[in-house]
Structure formats: C-alpha cells, structure tokens
C-alpha cells in the first residue's frame, strides 16, 4: 500500500509543480493563455490551489464530464456555454495537458457558479446607481469550489447557485419555449393597416391568426386561413395584449401589432436579459417585500413568497428615468408636505417663475429661508435661481399636494419614493412614465392598509387621519425591503409570462454585456 501511493505522490509531482508555476504566473501577470484562452487572476483560484498545495482536482472519474454537461446546458439560462473554456479544455485534453485540463476547468467551475449566482454581467457598469448586493451571506467560492469535490456531484454544487424561484424558473421556461419557436421558423409578420374589430373581415386577419398561433396564444386546429375577425381570434388577441401589458380590449389597433411584429429573436434577447437581471436581484430577497416593476407600471406586495396586493404605477419620464435601486421602508406619512427637490426646481420651477411671477401662488408654494421664515417671491432673483437659490419650496398638505395624501419612506440617495398624486387621469395609459422620478401609485390608502398590517392602523382609522388634513407618521410594523426593478419580462406567482415594452432602452445593452467575452475575473459575494 506505501509503494502504491508512493507511485500516485511521484506521479502528481508534475502537475502540481506545473499548476503552481502557473497559479505564480497568474498572480505576476494577471491572466494566463492556455490553450488560446484566458484565465484572469481570481484570488479564490488561487487559494483554492495552495489550500490543496497545489494538488490536480479534477481527479474524481465522471467530474469533468458533469462541468462539461453543465457549461452545455448553461444556455438554458441564457448564458453563453464558450464563456466556460469548452474548447480550450477538448484541447488541453486531446494532448493530455493535465495541468490546463484542472486550471481550465477550475477557473470554468468558479465563473459558472458566479455567473449564476448573482450574473455575468455586473449591474453597477450598466449603472453606476446600482446598490443592490444580495449576496452578503454567501459561501466562500473557495468554500465551494472545495465541496465540488467532496460532495455527491460537481453538477450539484453548480445547480445550487441557480435562484431557487419561481420568477427565475418561469423565465428559463420561457426562454427554451421561445427557442423552440425559432428552431420551427418564427412567426410571420402583421401588416399596419386600420384597426380591426370583432365581425370584420380583412386580410390582415388570418396573418393575425398565424401569427397568434405561433406563439400558442391561438388554439391549433382552427382554419388559420379564415378572414373573418371571430369572437376565437378576439378572445386570444386579448389573452395576447394582456400579456404584454397592453388595454386588452381584443382589437387590432397599433399597439398591438407592434407587439405582434416584435420578432422571436428579439423576445429570445429580451428574456435572456431579464434572467440576467433576475440573477442580480433575486439571490438576496427574502419572502416578504415591496417590488415595484418600473417598466409594467406596477407595485406589488409580496408576502411569504405569495403576491398579496397590487396596483399600478407611474414612473419617470424618459427625460428623468426613475433609478433601480433596494432600500428599507420603515414609515409612511399621511398628509405629507411637498419640498421641491433640486432637478424639479432647476428643471421646472425656476423657468416658470420666471415666466410668470405669480406661479407660485397658483401652485401652492411657499418658498423659506433657511430659518424657516416665508420669503416674499417678488424679492427672489429668479434670474439667478438657477445656479444660486438659497430658499426652499414648500407646498402645504392638501388635495393639490404634488404627493397626494400619503407617501411611503425608504430612505435612499435618489431621493425617491412612492406617493399618492392628484393626477389621476395619469393612470389610464399603458405606458406612464409622467413623473419626475418619483413612484406615484394608484391606490396609496389600500397600500398603506397591506403595509399596517399587523398595527392598530385599520383602512378605516387610515382614512381617518387623511380627512383631519394633518401631518402624521405611521411606523410600519417591522421594516420592509423595497426593490425597484427594470423587468421587462415578468413571471407571476400563476405562472403567466408578461412582457413590457423596454421605455428606457435598457436591454440592448445587458444582451451586449451578456454576449461580450468575459475580459476580468469572476467576482463573488
């Protein structure tokens, strides 16, 4: 038994010599070419391997065949399998290289479980806003990189990195039903034209059916070739628009044949970018919490994993797009007072006062000293006030509050929060980005009632405060996390797909990112 494994220790003394002198090179250089690809310095790699002094890992029969199968079905996260070394590894093992077969597959093993533990792409270079970090529990990747070897598979510490829920696994669903419809052809296209109703007949209607029916929306079976407008095709036109977040009132109106002409491939790359996002997000939430959708235009409330209450939303206009961001909700205020923010001043106040010297007054603003004293608005340069203001804008609560009767605090440095709004018209359109940044919900009362739950603050005492037109503060139970996410594919707790419009043009750049080749290490938290 000594001779045998002295033979096995005589046989390991080459690799090891050779992964430390790449592991050193590595750390001099900051990246290794093997086999024609690179390996960035991770310190975690490197740990990893002195941990071990340097031993090979990839020892265990069936352990590379399970990273390789798993790299493979990476594309069902809508990940790229050639981001994990598959062809510099078939190299390295066609000449028998095993010291760039373990690093090869070492540095495949960290970066996949990275990328699917919290992405590929990191948020913060699409948005230098980003706060989000969901990941401050999280294993060590040297940790893990460790139990790859010791626990029952490689492939199962793999799978675990993935977010166990039920939005992440809708959307791999989505994406491989997607693919398959673009392995059968795609669907064709719908011709602008006048909108068409129920009981018309035109042309254009059975490229509707076609194209209803290629993307499952349209029953198969039917005669696809029919030209009269049926209460059927009415029926999954509206079942169509609801998905994709449009007035579903079952004509063919513009809108909608927009949606419908928006190609497989580009609804492949939408979902793909919204798994990524998923990946950044849904790691660090808990069971209960506020989301708020910014491009479906909709808050909800999700509690013990189950969406408890929901409303619709305005957001901000493109010109001053709301940010994503993750904060606290502590307490809520009902009657609130309003003090003009800095980019509504400069942007919208400061003008108009210069137009019209009475403006204030019509909007109910108040402007004060820094010792709290009312300022005559006729002694305000406002042709200074751009670049040198010294006063604060108040508005008084009231039913013409630019916040309406309540707003929700989480505090934050964007200055951002959800709030009622005296502009109820607002909420008729599909697409809402009318605000200035801040979060305007439909139904603020019914909200702060979900919230109080648990409190002596009943939906009736709610209103109660509300009617003495006084300013209070309402604690909320426990704090409550907030989430402001840019989904614009979304599945719900019924499993139903929706998909948004990208208003801010945001997932061109996360599909490039994703599909760009990884140029730097991975990093965990």
Known sequence: MLLAAASRLAADEGPAEGIRTQVERLREHGYITLHGEAVYNTPELAAFYEQRAFAPAWTRPGALAELQAAVRDSARDGLSPADYHPDAIAKALAVRDRVSIDLLATDALARLMAHLRRGKVDPATLNREWNVDPRTDTTPLVALLDIAFVGPSVSHVIDQQRPAHFIYDGLV?????HRAIAERGGWGTVPAGPTLALGDSDPRVARVRARLAASGDLAAGGDLASEVFDADLEAALKAFQDRHRLTADGALGKATTEALNVSVATRIDQVRANLERARWVLGGLGDSFVLVNLPAFKAYVIRDRQLVWETRTQIGKTARQTPTFRSDMRYLVVNPTWTVPPTILKNDIVPAARKDPKYLAKRGLVAVDRQGRPVNPASIDWAAAATRFPYTLEQAAGRDNALGRVKFIFPNPHA????????????APDERTFSSGCIRVEAPLDLAAVLLEGSDWTRER?????????????MLPAPLPVVIVYWTVSVGTSGVVRFARDVYQYDPAVTRALDAPVRRAVTWR
């Open 173 to 177: 669903t989505t994406l491989a039903a």
């Open 416 to 427: 951002i929060f959800l709030h009622d709004t005296p502009s109820r018209e607002l909420f």
């Open 462 to 474: 709610i209103q109660q405060a509300v009617d003495t037109g006084k300013t209070q503060t309402l």
